[in-house]
């Protein structure tokens, strides 16, 4: 049986079994194994049977932006700017946190620390503490804006009921025993303080589905129920400040009342995405098939999407490249496959393979104008 990682309810059969063989990470890699994804009809969560050996993959395999302090992952293409992930999350959170005087703020789960980096950069008044499960970032915590506390492996006792704030960017998605982070959470800050955190809102990308590392895809509905049982309250959910994703803010005060049940649940948004991923590799195939024997094709998106699309064609030999707008990533190879900027996209491409979120990958396409220019055949995953 496999119970619900948020109200450990029987999650039944699974509604959706991804390739027999091997499955996808967050970082673009393929491990043995079948995706398989469950949903509960109880508190609607959406829940990813985890990897083997949970705990050595994240200390010895995962890794994300481990290049350098500037490495980090392309949000957005703003006016022309480049506006990368780290950078949006640090204005959002100093859009709605209270930075007032002295606070002490702990990123859990927090890789290089590179958005709180960014936030005490703007706000030198806070006190920065930082942990993760690994101890390989403490060369990027030892040299932070200011002094940092830290910890690796488990947060320090010491630190317990003294924290104002507690963030998490893009970590609980990751972790199986979400009771046991919560309570921990809760018993790290002081009394009223305030849990900030972002986690992938399943609905608005695609991808979240079918990525074998994220084990926990929420809901506003799974949120709110996970969040009062832990002793949340004051919860409000922000579906808008960052794409893709869903902004939390909750104290740590126990709820007056629970709010979850009356929340709608999301079975049929669901079941979409269920059949959305269980045909794709079908449209990709019949993409692939009606291309000349010698034709050679690109993939826009080094990204989930984009390595989604390399593992289904049945002559990956004709992908001259990857595309991608994110400098960080130009002239580095994945799969194989050199990354290159749309400008230096091989001229005699038969076709672009979008490897983009299908609900805006027309619209970012349309932006491109040196592929654009070219008139290039352009194959949607819709």
Known sequence: ???????????GSPVYRGGERSSLTTMNKFVPGQTRIFHCRICDHVQTEELPDLERFYAEE?????????????????????????????????????LTGHPKILDYGSAKGATLRRIVEA???????????????????????????????????????TLDAVLSFYALEHIPHLGEVLAEI???????????????????????????????????????????AAGFSDITIDETAHASAFVVTCKAADP?????????????????????????RERIA?????????????IYGAG???????????????????????RFLHGTKLNGLEIRKPDDAPGDLAAIFAGLNPLHARRILASVESLQSRNIPFFFLD
């Open 1 to 11: 049986m496999t119970s619900c990682n948020v109200c450990s309810s029987d999650l």
């Open 62 to 98: 995962y890794s994300i932006n481990e290049a350098g302090v500037e490495d980090d992952q392309l949000y957005e293409i703003r006016d022309g700017k480049e506006i990368y992930r780290s950078e949006h999350q640090a204005a959002v959170a100093l859009n709605k946190l209270d």
């Open 123 to 161: 706000s030198p008044n806070v006190e920065p503490y930082l942990f993760d499960v690994t101890d390989k970032y403490q060369s990027y915590w030892k040299n932070f804006p200011k002094p940092a506390r830290w910890a690796s492996h488990r947060p320090d006792p010491a630190w317990a009921g």
């Open 186 to 228: 809760r018993t790290l800050l002081r009394p009223g303080g305030t849990f900030y955190f972002i986690v992938p809102n399943l609905y608005a990308n695609w991808a979240d589905f079918i990525v074998a590392d994220h084990v926990n895809h929420f809901s506003r509905r799974s949120l709110t129920m996970m969040l009062e």
């Open 256 to 280: 007056e009342t629970r709010t979850a049940e009356a929340i709608p649940g999301s079975k049929a948004a669901v079941e979409q995405l269920a059949a959305f991923w269980s045909t794709a």
């Open 286 to 298: 019949e993409q692939e098939r009606g291309l000349d024997a010698d034709a050679r094709v690109a």
């Open 304 to 326: 989930i999407y984009g390595n989604f699309i390399l593992s289904c064609l049945s002559h990956p030999d004709r992908v001259a490249c990857f595309v991608d707008q994110n």
